[in-house]
């Protein structure tokens, strides 16, 4: 077998095929997109996980199943054999699913949804020089501003969104943000606040 031929079947024992309850077959990258197929269906994570299934199938069964599906393959084929040409024949046959998203119009291939953006992105937050004690302000906003002000100390100009999230997460293990509520949206109730006051900076 060719180099490049290995590689190709490797990449494809990776990939994820589902059968839904239809008899269609779909192939995906990723195991979590197969959320899209909708209904009962029979599905295969991966080939470990197809050729664990057919373990116990005859191969007599399998070579049927090949020719069933327009494939060919010799009546002395080993079993392993006939189970990756089985796969490769199926895969083929599959509906392509593997860019789930049309990148030109954002929304989904399958569902015809919008793709939900990132509620983080790539905004970054710093600190202004002006100091909160000439601010008057609510105890939590300020408790949301020192998060932020200890995060990036002394070595930082400023944090992404996903750091500001960390640090607020672990104020609120260790009981210096009090709230119930997920600890990033107080942080970003009270964002607005603190550009107006100017004490912060955030930047999209």
């Keep these: 077998m060719k180099q490049k031929d290995k590689l190709r079947l490797e990449e494809q024992k990776s990939l994820v095929l589902v059968r839904d309850n239809l008899g269609r077959y779909f192939k995906f990258r990723v195991w979590k997109d197969r959320v899209f197929i909708m209904?009962?269906?029979?599905?295969?994570?991966?080939?470990g996980e197809f050729e664990a299934m057919m373990l116990e199938t005859p191969c007599h069964t399998i070579h049927r199943a090949i020719l069933y599906n327009g494939g060919s393959i010799n009546a002395n084929a080993s079993k392993a054999k006939a189970l990756i040409t089985l796969w490769t024949i199926l895969l083929d046959k599959a509906e392509d699913r593997l860019d789930t998203?049309?990148?030109?119009?954002?929304r989904d291939v399958v569902t015809g949804k919008k793709k939900r953006k990132s509620r983080t992105g790539n905004a970054r937050y710093g600190l202004t020089s002006k100091s909160c004690d000439d601010v008057k302000m609510p105890t939590q906003q300020k408790v949301c501003y020192n998060i932020l002000k200890d995060a990036i100390g002394e070595d930082?100009?400023?944090?992404?969104?996903?750091?500001v999230q960390a640090a607020c997460n672990n104020a609120a293990k260790s009981g210096i943000l009090k709230t119930k509520q997920d600890p990033f949206r107080i942080f970003k109730y009270y964002q607005s606040a603190l550009i107006k006051a100017g004490l912060i900076i955030h930047a999209a």
């Design 39 to 47: 209904g009962r269906a029979q599905e295969y994570k991966n080939f």
């Design 156 to 163: 930082k100009e400023s944090l992404s969104a996903e750091e």
């Design 101 to 106: 998203y049309n990148i030109a119009s954002g």
